[in-house]
């Protein structure tokens, strides 16, 4: 298995684009979650899925994130506007019922200018 | 999920055994310890989880003392490759998916 695959792998926008950040978990888990890693807050849950459906997204920092998950294998995570604060390192990850761990993307390193 | 507490980084000599603590006083009885490592641009990757029994498999071991306020991750033979961030979680098991990171311990293994 590839593992969770992640793209864009980097992305640089001006303030105000939309970004969308896209995500393929591990075929077979069926929950799927948005992290979202700076140096000031580390590692944040954002949102995470259970059978493509949204649980809990308290996470989300405000209206201007969304996230989907339209079948199970493909998620994304868009950012409109996008403005230079929301510059970091976002993660996705998956995992299954039966599991006790996370399997965890490489990540999108997004840089808002 | 538990708050834990760890040091901010450790140094290892290559070869070595890394013992990497972490306090979590206020754990519940249902709460495991889940350890997390993250290598510098990759993502946190799981290492090895406990309730009170200590665990081990082919990445570490994991040392929870009887009275489970505490516990040490050992890597017995410590490489370059070892050099990261390791995160110490305490959690429910299934929420486990639902994890919250602090900020770890950056270990670095020294040649």
């Known amino acids: 298995d590839a593992g969770v695959i992640q793209s864009p792998r980097h992305e640089v926008t001006e303030m105000g684009q939309e970004v969308t950040l896209r995500c393929k978990p591990i075929s077979g888990h069926d929950y799927l979650f948005w992290y979202r890693q700076t140096m000031m807050r580390g590692l944040e849950l954002l949102i995470y899925f259970n059978n493509n459906v949204p649980i809990d997204d308290s996470g989300m920092p405000e209206d201007r994130f969304s996230a989907k998950m339209p079948n199970a294998s493909f998620s994304t995570l868009k950012i409109q506007p996008s403005e230079p604060r929301d510059s970091a390192v976002y993660f996705c990850a998956s995992s299954s019922e039966r599991l006790e761990k996370l399997f965890f993307g490489s990540g999108t390193q997004l840089s808002v200018l | 999920d538990a708050k834990t507490t760890q040091p901010t980084s450790m140094d290892c000599a290559e070869g070595r055994a890394a013992n990497l603590p972490c306090n979590h006083s206020?754990?519940?009885?249902?709460?495991?310890v889940y350890w997390y490592r993250q290598i510098h641009s990759q993502g946190p990757q799981y290492i090895i989880h406990g309730l009170k029994n200590n665990e081990t498999n082919e990445m570490a071991s994991l040392i929870i003392t009887e009275d489970r306020k505490s516990s040490t991750l050992i890597l017995p033979h410590a490489t370059l490759r070892d050099t990261a961030v390791y995160y110490c979680?305490?959690?429910?098991?299934?929420?486990?998916?639902?994890?919250?990171f602090g900020s770890g311990t950056q270990l670095t293994v020294l040649p």
């Open positions: 979680i305490g959690a429910i098991s299934g929420s486990a998916r639902q994890l919250t």
């Open positions: 206020t754990i519940s009885g249902n709460e495991y």
